[in-house]
């Protein structure tokens, strides 16, 4: 009776076999900070992967790379991205590190 290699008899499924996609970037200390909005009044508080603005529901963060993510406002999608003490966004708005 011929014996079975435990190699040979084992079923690998073949997504085990292809390259699996990166997990997302954690989320930057970029961006986990409270930021004054371009209005110097209103401010958002970024923790982990959400957006606290005032008595709003928290959004949740897309981070795209270390110093990039996208958010869903309103049914759009807004972009922004840290640049020094700063968060530039899609739509030409500019909030600052408090």
Do not use: Y
């Not at 972009?79 to 899609?90: F, M, P």
């Amino acid at each position: 009776r011929p014996q079975v290699s435990p190699l040979t008899s084992r079923v690998v499924p073949m997504s085990a076999l292809l390259p699996q996609p990166e997990p997302p970037p954690a989320p930057s200390s970029e961006f986990e900070h409270t930021w004054l909005h371009d209005d110097g009044v209103q401010t958002s508080t970024i923790c982990g992967h959400r957006l606290f603005t005032g008595d709003r529901p928290a959004v949740d963060l897309e981070v795209k790379a270390v110093n990039a993510f996208s958010v869903q406002l309103g049914g759009r999608i807004l972009h922004a991205r840290a640049v020094g003490d700063k968060l530039v966004w899609s739509d030409g708005r500019v909030w600052t590190r408090v």
